[in-house]
C-alpha cells in the first residue's frame, strides 16, 4: 500500500452551502455508486471520499480491487480534487505514491462535472491509459514499445496488491472468521474447528476408557519391572551358593 500523503482535513475552510452540497452528493453516492465501485464515506471528515473500484475485465487489472481516495481541497470546487490510489498499481496514469494523472482533475474540470464523473472516468482510465501524460514512465514506455511486458508487469503488481483471498490481498486486513467455517463435530475432538483443536494421541484413548488404558499400561510396566528385579536376585543368590 502506498504512503499517505498527511493532509489536514479542510471541513472548516469550506463555506456551508459547499458542504451541504458535498454531504448531499457523497450521500447520493453511497446510496447509489457507479457500477464497480463501492464508496466509503467518512461521518468525521466529508472532504475525504474513500472508494474501492474493482478491476476492469479484459485488462491487467481484472480482478483486483483498488482502494483510492478523493480529497477535496478548501477551494473546491473551484479547484478540482486531488485522487489517490492506495492500493499499488503499475499504471502509466499513476505516480509512485499513488498519485492519479487525468484531465479531469486538471485542466478539463468543471465546478457542475461532480465527484461522480470524477470516479467514473478514473475507473476508465484503468481500461484506456493515456501514456502522453504518463507519471509513471516505466509503465507509459512499455504500454507504447512492448504492450505484453506492460501487462505482464502490471497483472503482477495487481496479483500481489489487489487480488482478495488466496494468494494476494487487497491492503486490508481479512478477518479469520470471515467466509464459510468448517463444520463442527459435538464430541469427536479429533474434528474440532479451528487452529488450537489438535487430535488426541492414540496411547490416550478418549474418556475413562483412556484412563483405563493408561493405568493398565502403568501396572504392566510395574510388574514387569518387578520380575525382573526378582530374576536378578535369584541370580546373585545362586552365585553365592557356588
Known amino acids: 500500500m502506498y504512503t ?6 479542510n471541513v472548516e475552510n469550506l463555506p456551508p452551502q459547499v458542504l451541504r452540497l458535498v454531504y448531499k452528493e457523497v450521500s447520493a453516492l453511497a446510496a447509489d455508486p457507479p457500477e464497480g465501485i463501492k464508496i466509503y464515506p467518512s461521518e468525521e471528515d466529508i472532504t475525504e471520499l474513500h472508494t474501492a473500484i474493482e478491476g476492469p475485465e479484459g485488462t491487467p487489472f481484472a480482478g483486483g480491487v483498488f482502494r483510492m481516495r478523493l480529497v477535496l481541497g478548501k477551494d473546491f470546487p473551484a479547484v478540482p480534487p486531488k485522487g489517490y490510489f492506495l492500493t499499488k498499481i503499475f499504471h502509466p496514469n499513476v505516480g509512485h505514491k499513488g498519485e492519479i494523472c487525468v484531465n479531469v482533475l486538471k485542466r478539463d474540470w468543471k465546478a457542475e462535472l461532480g465527484l461522480r464523473h470524477v470516479l467514473l472516468t478514473i475507473k476508465c482510465l484503468l481500461i484506456h491509459p493515456n501514456p502522453e501524460s504518463a507519471l509513471n514512465e516505466e509503465a507509459g514506455r512499455l504500454l507504447l514499445e512492448d504492450y505484453a511486458e506492460y501487462e505482464s508487469r502490471a497483472r503482477l503488481l495487481t496479483e500481489i496488491h489487489a487480488i482478495v ?5 487487497s491492503g486490508a486486513s481479512q478477518d479469520p472468521n470471515d467466509g464459510p467455517q468448517p463444520k463442527k463435530h459435538a464430541g469427536d475432538p479429533t474434528k474440532r474447528a479451528g487452529p488450537s483443536a489438535a487430535p488426541v494421541p492414540a496411547a490416550l484413548g478418549n474418556g475413562a476408557n483412556g484412563a483405563s488404558t493408561t493405568s493398565s499400561n502403568i501396572s504392566n510396566s510395574s510388574s514387569t519391572s518387578n520380575i525382573a528385579g526378582k530374576k536378578k536376585a535369584d541370580k546373585k543368590r545362586a552365585l553365592r551358593r557356588l
Open 165 to 169: 483471498g488466496p494468494g494476494g490481498t
Open 4 to 9: 499517505n500523503t498527511l493532509m489536514n482535513s
